[in-house]
């Protein structure tokens, strides 16, 4: 698959690291530093733009290492970027740590994942089909 991008970054364009990887990585695009304390959040641009085909999506998530190791998350995630959206890729980060994070430009804020997607039809019906797990739901299967 071919995904047309506009780069308007400092940076080279997002690549998987690995063979395998399902996630590309997102750079900050900044003039300077964004200092993030605890609890707060910011929109970080990316400086990229991208032309998706219909019936695709870009899911925007959190990387592990900034997770694990600095309390660093994405906001609404995984974020949706639709296949019509022509504007600029923007990560909403949030320090849920103690600590302030300093986000420099050209770190990897987030990754990227491209995904296939339908989109449904909906029925309207009068009751649906029964199921041996119902309605249970959060953690009804219990602990162990």
Do not use: W
């Amino acid at each position: 698959m071919i995904v047309r991008v506009v780069n308007s970054s400092k940076h080279e364009l997002p690549k998987y690291e690995t063979e395998a990887s399902a996630g590309m990585d997102l750079r900050a695009n900044l003039d300077e530093a964004i200092v993030l304390k605890p609890l707060q959040r910011t929109l970080v641009p990316t400086g990229l733009f991208i032309e998706l085909p219909v019936g695709y999506e870009a899911q925007v998530r959190p990387r592990s290492g900034l997770a694990f190791k600095h309390g660093i998350s994405v906001l609404n995630t995984p974020g949706t970027i639709d296949a019509d959206y022509r504007g600029e890729i923007k990560v909403i980060l949030v320090n849920l740590s103690d600590k302030d994070f300093e986000v420099c430009d050209g770190e990897r804020v987030a990754q990227m994942i491209i995904s296939a997607h339908v989109q449904a039809k909906l029925q309207q019906v009068e009751v649906l089909s029964e199921t041996s797990r119902g309605a249970g739901g959060f953690g009804h299967t219990g602990k162990k």
